[in-house]
C-alpha cells in the first residue's frame, strides 16, 4: 500500500466515525455512545483478573496462593520477571485487536489502553521505563504504524510513565509465526533485535509492551536482549495473551 492510498483510507475512516452512530468496538452494532460494546461482545470478554501464574501470568481457575507458578513456568522459568495481559485472546478481544492491527482502525487504542494500564497495575508510573515491541522497517512501511508503539504511548500518557519508542529495533525481517509452534517461533524471533539505545536501558526497571502474547518467543528474544544491555529487569505487558490448559 503505498502512502497516499495509506492516508486516503485513513481519512476515509475518520470520515466515516464522523458520520456514522457510534459502534461497538468488536462487531461495529451501533451503541450508545464512543467506546461501548453491545451486551453480547460485553459478556464476551475475559478480563484476566487474580488468581493467576505469578510469573507467565496465565489464569488459575483457582487460588493457588500468591507466588503459585503454572508448570511450564516451573519447568522453564522465562528469562523475564513476569507478564501481565489485560484478557484472553479470542472471541470480541480478538476481533478488536485485528481490527487494529490489520483494520487500519487505531482509534481502537483508545478502547485498549485503559485496559493495558489496568493489567500493568504498579509496574507502571515513575521509574518504569515502557518499550514496545518493534517492527522491521519494511512491515512498518507496508502497515503504516507499529501497534506495540501506539498501546505503549497510550498506556504512558494514561499512567505517567516514560516511553522510549525506538529503544528497540528490529534488524532482521521475520516470517509470519501464526501457525508456528513454540520451537519455530523462537527460531525464528533468534537475532531479530538489538538495543539501539543502551543509555535509556541500563539499570532501568524496562516493561516490554506488546499487542499479544502467544508462545512468549518474541518477549524472550526482545527480554535477552534488554538485559544484556543493562536493565534493571524486565516484565512484559500485552492487551491480550493465548491461554492453553495449565498444569
Not at 497516499?4 to 450508545?32: F, T
Not at 484478557?87 to 481502537?108: C, E, N, S, T, W
Request: with cysteine; aromatic share 6%.
Amino acid at each position: 500500500m503505498t502512502d497516499l492510498a495509506r492516508y486516503v483510507r485513513r481519512l476515509a475512516v475518520a470520515g466515516l466515525d464522523l458520520l456514522l452512530p457510534p459502534r461497538c468496538p468488536a462487531c461495529r452494532e451501533i451503541v450508545e455512545s464512543d467506546g461501548n460494546f453491545c451486551a453480547s461482545c460485553w459478556t464476551g470478554l475475559e478480563f484476566i483478573t487474580a488468581p493467576m501464574c505469578a510469573c507467565c501470568g496465565t489464569p488459575f481457575e483457582v487460588d493457588r496462593g500468591a507466588n503459585a507458578r503454572c508448570g511450564a513456568c516451573l519447568d522453564a522459568p522465562p528469562r523475564y520477571t513476569a507478564a501481565r495481559a489485560a484478557m484472553v485472546y479470542g472471541g470480541p478481544a480478538r476481533k478488536i485487536l485485528l481490527g487494529f492491527k490489520h483494520g487500519d482502525r487505531q482509534h481502537l487504542v483508545k478502547v485498549m489502553a485503559p485496559q493495558l494500564v489496568r493489567a500493568g497495575g504498579d509496574w507502571l508510573g515513575t521509574g518504569a521505563l515502557l518499550v514496545p515491541v518493534p517492527l522491521h522497517r519494511w512491515r512498518l512501511w507496508k502497515r503504516g504504524f507499529n501497534q506495540a508503539a501506539l498501546l505503549a504511548q497510550s498506556a504512558g500518557r494514561r499512567s505517567g510513565t516514560q516511553v522510549s519508542v525506538d529503544a528497540l529495533s528490529r534488524v532482521r525481517a521475520t516470517t509470519t509465526s501464526r501457525g508456528m509452534g513454540r520451537r519455530k517461533r523462537a527460531a525464528n524471533v533468534r537475532a531479530a533485535f538489538r538495543v539501539a539505545h543502551p543509555d535509556r536501558i541500563r539499570g532501568r526497571d524496562v516493561v516490554l509492551v506488546d499487542d499479544v502474547l502467544t508462545t512468549g518467543a518474541t518477549a524472550e528474544a526482545c527480554t535477552r536482549m534488554l538485559l544484556r544491555a543493562g536493565a534493571k529487569s524486565v516484565r512484559v505487558l500485552t492487551w491480550a495473551r493465548v491461554v492453553r490448559e495449565v498444569a
